[in-house]
């Protein structure tokens, strides 16, 4: 595993009805949700180390700290942009950042942990045969 600080990706987005906060039922506006920023945010920086990682690797997110800024309306483009701020042995830091057309709509940090699928999946099946019938 070669990921170094220093990596960046981006991505644009056109805002869609989906994507809205009336949508999400985080709010009544027809403008691009929070809970959307975060995925838009948490999808570029997996794009950020995909290529990076090792066969039978993948990623998951551990944490999120954004401000969501400014609304963007439905059908506004938005970018994307993810900087790697810090590589801790599995542990991934990004800065994250998203503006419209306009202006800055969000930033933040975000971190994720590189994890081995097979191991992972194990985990999951464990705790899910585990589970009680609800």
């Not at 994507?19 to 570029?44: K, N």
């Not at 810090?86 to 975000?110: C, M, P, S, T």
Request: charged share 30%.
């Amino acid at each position: 595993m070669g990921i170094e600080a220093g990596l960046t990706a981006e991505l644009t987005h056109t805002v869609t009805e989906e994507d809205s906060a009336a949508s999400y039922g985080s709010g009544l506006m027809p403008v691009l949700s929070t809970p959307h920023l975060v995925a838009l945010m948490e999808r570029t920086a997996r794009k950020v180390i995909e290529p990076e990682l090792s066969e039978g690797e993948n990623n998951v997110g551990i944490r999120v700290d954004i401000q969501h800024l400014a609304a963007t309306p439905v059908g506004m483009e938005v970018r994307v942009r993810a900087e790697l701020l810090e590589v801790d042995g599995r542990r991934l830091r990004f800065r994250v950042e998203a503006w419209d057309q306009e202006e800055k709509i969000g930033e933040g940090y975000h971190e994720r942990f590189i994890i081995d699928v097979a191991r992972f999946i194990q985990g999951v099946e464990k705790k899910a045969g585990g589970a009680p019938n609800a």
